[in-house]
């Protein structure tokens, strides 16, 4: 399983308090994260790389993108965003931590515009509602998250195929925390935890969330680009028989 963590790595730049939390930038918290999964190579890619550490090689061998983004949305090239939507249709899992949820390329891939209530500070409680789920798979019913940002409701996304997690927020905010969907080929999960200053990807039941995600999304097979293929034989080649079609 080949995942790819990217990360805008704005936030390390400009703010002590995040280099505090993670001393080697959110990028390489997240890739110990999934590097704890055996079978799994980790590389990552940050904005300030050449074509956005996305250029089409690196796409064409990530089997799993996990996207964490807050304050460079906009500086996401265009024809970056074209392509990393278009390996997810073929089948490329992608999972959005975050503040990613305002990312080009969620909200090109759902169609909305992914918009929320926030709120810095507040105590999450973490509910697992949908445990049969194989992202859910060793998670307690409940997690208690501690201080991490508040996301309400209303959340801008579709229907997703299904909420996994629901958090809680000591200020009465509640909100849909870990979400799925399929588009095209590939699958998507979105998982609200992880602001720039909080610990909350130290939490082993978090960290056991975005493994399981990225197992679940890894694909079986890539199916390719979308088409529209000439169907062979016709209906008419089909009752004539190959003798009388061919003359």
């Not at 799925?180 to 082993?204: A, V």
Request: aromatic share 10%.
């Amino acid at each position: 399983m080949n995942v790819t963590v990217w990360n805008e790595n704005v936030h390390e730049k400009t703010e002590p308090a995040v280099l505090e939390v993670h001393p080697h930038g959110l990028h390489e918290t997240l890739k110990g994260i999934i590097q704890e999964i055996p079978e799994a190579k980790v590389r990552v890619a940050t904005l300030d790389m050449p074509s956005a550490g996305l250029p089409q090689e690196v796409l064409d061998t990530t089997d799993v993108l996990v996207w964490w983004a807050h304050m460079a949305h906009e500086k996401v090239p265009d024809d970056v965003v074209d392509a990393v939507c278009k390996r997810v249709l073929a089948g490329m899992g992608l999972i959005v931590l975050h503040s990613g949820h305002y990312s080009k390329v969620l909200q090109r891939l759902l169609g909305t515009t992914c918009d929320l209530r926030w709120r810095d500070g507040a105590y999450e409680r973490l509910f697992c509602i949908e445990p049969s789920h194989p992202i859910a798979e060793g998670i307690p019913p409940v997690i208690e998250l501690g201080i991490d940002e508040c996301y309400g409701e209303r959340f801008d996304i579709p229907k997703p195929d299904d909420v996994i997690f629901s958090g809680w927020f000591d200020i009465g905010e509640t909100f849909r925390s870990g979400c799925t969907w399929t588009r095209g080929y590939g699958k998507i999960f979105y998982f609200q935890p992880g602001h720039e200053t909080n610990r909350s990807y130290y939490n082993p039941h978090v960290r056991r969330i975005i493994q399981n995600a990225c197992k679940w999304a890894c694909p079986k097979v890539y199916r390719g680009e979308f088409g529209a293929p000439e169907i062979r034989p016709t209906l008419e080649e089909s009752r004539l028989g190959p003798e009388t079609s061919a003359k």
